[in-house]
C-alpha cells in the first residue's frame, strides 16, 4: 500500500488538519478551532514522493488510528473529516 506526498498535502487540509511549513510540512488537526494534538508531517526529500508501508505505520501513530488502512483512506478520502473526528471521539481524544 503506498500513497503518493502530494494527495497527502492536499487532502488533509480539507479534513480539518492546518498546515505549517518548517523544515517539512505539518499538519495539525482541528476540532472547534482547536488543536487536538493528532498532528503528522511529510519531508521534502526526493525519495519522500510516495509513502510507502513504513511511513504509513509512522503517520497510524500521530493520527491516533488503529490500522494502516485508515491513514490511508484519511490522507485519499473515504474517510472525511467528520469520519476522523468520530474516530477520535470514539477514543476519547477529543
Known sequence: ???ERRIIESNLPRKG???E???????YH???GKRTGMYTYT????KYKTYN??????????????NIRQVYD??????SGDDYNQILRDKGLI
Open 21 to 27: 511549513e518548517t523544515h517539512h510540512k505539518y499538519f
Open 43 to 46: 519531508s521534502h526529500g526526493s
Open 74 to 79: 484519511l490522507c485519499s478520502c473515504p474517510i
Open 30 to 32: 482541528e476540532y472547534n
Open 1 to 3: 500500500m503506498q500513497i
Open 17 to 19: 488538519f492546518v498546515k
Open 53 to 66: 508501508i513504513i511511513l504509513l505505520k509512522r503517520m497510524k501513530k500521530e493520527l491516533k488510528l488503529d
